[in-house]
Each structure stands twice: as structure tokens, then as C-alpha cells.
């Protein structure tokens, strides 16, 4: 039997379909070292590895006036050297010219004819060094389990994962489980319309909080892509967290929002306390913190981000979240929901931030050691940059995809994350001295200078 999308991923799919250039592609970034494997030797093994897992050789099928989800079929025409390429960086290959092949293979639709997958092999980087790029549509998996695909197709993922491969782990729980089997008509479509007015209500709490004044960094996306990477220690973040009872998502957040802030400052706009609404996605919610990019200490503001976070996530927890809401109604309903986020003229939520757990030990793949792994978040519904940050070995990797016009150099937002991290760990190592300070949004903080 043909195993169905859910409402929520199929939704994503008309994420796409109302903007031509949305493309929602995920993916991870591994850097090796050298030297580069026999091409075909390397295409062999990784068909083997990806051989586990069925998803990747089955294609979407959609339905007529999406009136049903899409369901996942067997692609008969499937062809491995459609899914794994190679590309060459060019001289004199450092980390910047990888990051802009990334940018351009993150630019591209995925073909929804085909598996919803592919692989790029990039070769010369300086040093002998080769990276593989993994790119997916998130209706396969999430950015945690993108990562989990990548651990799969190495030779750890052979030798400890019981003969397994990039099985990427996904929930499958679509409206059609609450409808109880033989129930009638009448029954189904009196369900159908107490779940749409839920998530007419769900939908409305959460566009009330996008439409706010315009700022230099959201707007409609175009077709181009920018990606860049940022590399800090994951032992003095850690100290960071001691140091200030903060959480590495609190630092992590707190670095955006001070790259941020530089940006505006930078741009001749002063930072105010709602320039910055961040989409941060939970388990089973999403919040939309504001980032206080008005503040200046780095403290102070660390504070700011961590209690944020908290009353986001407990009111999410509340249930005012649409991804909470998303994953139970039928398909027409979510397709036009997705329509309307889409269209809506939203311009208070600028970025997306994702933090996903890296691979729990070093990787190799055919004998070549995995340096450094950075995850790759999409950019959508005028979220005209994305953040991912995961843990490998003993760094945290900061992964940033933009819109081309968003930021004109993306690479100063990742070089900002770093300095603030640096700031950071200078203060945490300071003699403290306590003293509470007031959040301009009435939250008690105790701040350590």
C-alpha cells in the first residue's frame, strides 16, 4: 500500500507551489580530507548505503486539486547518477569558494519527478581536501534527521548502525488516522469542518504576529542563494553556559542576534526592540521570539534571549502554534492555509534558527576523515535567512542560507556570530557581579557583568 505524505509536509509542497522562488531544500555539508576517492568507487559505495533506505528511490505522486495528500511511489525510472553529481570548486578553494557552489546547488528546485534527493561531490578545496553536500526536501526528513542521513552514508553508519543506512525517521500521523474507519460522510465532513475552524484560529493568531513594519531584511525572495558558515568552540560555549546558567541554544541565539544588530548599525538603521522576530522551531510548535537586537550589553542581552525563549516555548506549550495545529487536518484545508501564510505580506519575522544534534562520534567516509559538518536550513515565506547550528567533535557549526538580497555579505553575519561568541566567553571569564536588570518587556533578569 502507498504510504501517504502527511498534512503538514504536504503543506510544504504548496509552500513551493505559491512561490516560484521558494525552493525548501535542506540539506547538510560535510568537509574531508583528502584525497578524494575514485569517483565511481565513491558512487558505488554511496548506492550501496542509500540502497537502505526505500524513501530514496520513491518519487512523489500528487493528487488531482490536492483533494487527497500525496502518496510515495516506487520510481521505476530511477537512476543513481541523476541523484549524485560532481562539481568542482575553483581555485584557490577555500572555505569561501565552497560556500558559494553550496549556495548555487541550494538555488535549484529539487526535480519533483525524481526522489526528492541529491549529492554533490565537490572537489578541489585547498589543502586536498573534498566535501560532500547532501541536499533533501524536507518532506523526507527534518534538518535533525538530514544530518542522521549524512552519519548513515559512513562507514560508521555501516559498522554500528546494525547493517542499516540513511533511514531518515519521520512521523507519519495524517487526519485520516482520527477519522475512525467506516464512519460516514456526514461524520467525516462534520470532523473536516470543526478541524478547519481550529486551524483558521490557529492560522490567525499566528499571522497577527507577522505584519510589522518593513525592514532592510525581509521582503519576497528571488532565485539566487547565499550560504556561509561559521566554526566557534563547542568547550567555550559550554563555559559560556556555566558561567551564565544559559542553555548552547541561549548562546547560540544570542551570537545571531548581536551579528544582527551589527548589521543594522552598519546600515545606518538603529536597532529597535521589534526589528528582529526569529522563527524558531520545537518539537511540535514554533516560536516566534523577539530578539533583542536593541540591546547593547552582551549579557544583558544573553539574559534577554534565554527568558524569551522560555515564555515562547511555554506558550507554544499552550498551544498557540501553528505547526501544532497543522498536523491534524485534512488536505484542502492545509494547502490553502500554506496559500495564505505564503502570500501573506509579513515583515516581522526576518530569519528562521534551527539547532539539530550533530553525529555522536567522528565520522569517516571510505576511510576519510569528516572534519567539519555544517547543517544547511531553507529560507521561505519571506524569511529571507536561515540559521542551523549543530555540534560535531568539539565545535558548534553555524550553517546560514540567505536570500542574495537579503544580506550582501553573508559572510559578515557569520564572522559577527564568531566575535559575539569570542565577546561572550571574555565576559563569562570576568569576576562576576550580580545585579538584576528589567527586560524592556517586563521580564526580571539577573545579569553578571
Known amino acids: 500500500m502507498a504510504e501517504h505524505l502527511t498534512p503538514l509536509d504536504t503543506s510544504l509542497l504548496h509552500v513551493e507551489d505559491a512561490d516560484r522562488h521558494t525552493h525548501l531544500g535542506i540539506g547538510a555539508l560535510a568537509v574531508l580530507d583528502g584525497p578524494i576517492p575514485d569517483h565511481q568507487a565513491l558512487v558505488s559505495v554511496l548506492g550501496e548505503r542509500i540502497a537502505a533506505c526505500p524513501r530514496f528511490s520513491q518519487r512523489l505522486r500528487r493528487r488531482v486539486l490536492d483533494l487527497r495528500t500525496a502518496e510515495w511511489v516506487a520510481d521505476h525510472n530511477f537512476k543513481l547518477a541523476n541523484h549524485v553529481c560532481r562539481i568542482a570548486v575553483p581555485g584557490p578553494g577555500t572555505d569561501a569558494e565552497l560556500f558559494s557552489v553550496v549556495a548555487e546547488v541550494m538555488s535549484w528546485r529539487l526535480d519533483r519527478d525524481r526522489p526528492l534527493w541529491e549529492i554533490w561531490v565537490i572537489d578541489g578545496l585547498s589543502g586536498g581536501r573534498w ?22 552514508l559512513s562507514d560508521e553508519g555501516i559498522t554500528h548502525g546494525g547493517g542499516g543506512g540513511p533511514e531518515p525517521s519521520r512521523e507519519h500521523t495524517g487526519w485520516r488516522g482520527a477519522l475512525r474507519a467506516g464512519a460516514s460522510v456526514a461524520v467525516d465532513a462534520m470532523i473536516g469542518a470543526m478541524q478547519a475552524e481550529q486551524t483558521l484560529r490557529g492560522v490567525a493568531r499566528f499571522a497577527t504576529g507577522l505584519v510589522r513594519p518593513i525592514t532592510p531584511l525581509n521582503g519576497p ?11 566557534v568552540s563547542a568547550g567555550e560555549v559550554e563555559q559560556i553556559c556555566r558561567a551564565f546558567q544559559v542553555t548552547v541554544d541561549d548562546v547560540a541565539l544570542a551570537a545571531i542576534t548581536e551579528s544582527y544588530r551589527n548589521i543594522l548599525l552598519r546600515r545606518g538603521e538603529w536597532p529597535r526592540a521589534d526589528s528582529l522576530r526569529t522563527m524558531v522551531p520545537i518539537p511540535q510548535a ?5 530578539l533583542p537586537v536593541d540591546e547593547d550589553h552582551p549579557v544583558v542581552r544573553l539574559r534577554m534571549v534565554h527568558a524569551r525563549l522560555a515564555e515562547a516555548t511555554m506558550a507554544a506549550k499552550r498551544g498557540n502554534a501553528w505547526m501544532a495545529v497543522a498536523r491534524a487536518i485534512p488536505a484542502p484545508v492545509t494547502a490553502w492555509a500554506a496559500n495564505v501564510l505564503s502570500r501573506l505580506p509579513q515583515r516581522s519575522v526576518v530569519a528562521l534558527a534551527a539547532t539539530a544534534a550533530g553525529p555522536d562520534r567522528p565520522l569517516q567516509i571510505m576511510g ?16 529571507r535567512t536561515g540559521a542551523a547550528i ?15 538580497g537579503a544580506v550582501a555579505h553573508a559572510d559578515e553575519l557569520a564572522r559577527g556570530i564568531e566575535a559575539a561568541v569570542h565577546r561572550l566567553l571574555a565576559r563569562s571569564r570576568r569576576p562576576r557581579q550580580a545585579g538584576p536588570v528589567r527586560d524592556r518587556h517586563g521580564l526580571s533578569l539577573v545579569v553578571n557583568n
Do not use: E, M, N
Open 131 to 152: 566535501a560532500l553536500l547532501v541536499k533533501v526536501h524536507p518532506c523526507i526528513a527534518d534538518a535533525v534527521a538530514t544530518v542522521h542521513i549524512l552519519a548513515g
Open 221 to 231: 525572495l528571488t532565485s539566487r542563494r547565499r550560504y556561509t558558515g561559521a566554526r
Open 286 to 290: 514554533v516560536l516566534l521570539p523577539r
Open 368 to 383: 576519510r576523515h569528516v572534519s567539519a559538518v555544517y547543517p544547511i536550513p531553507p529560507v521561505a515565506l519571506q524569511l
Open 390 to 404: 549543530l555540534r560535531y567533535g568539539d565545535s558548534l557549526f553555524f550553517g546560514i542560507l540567505a536570500d542574495y
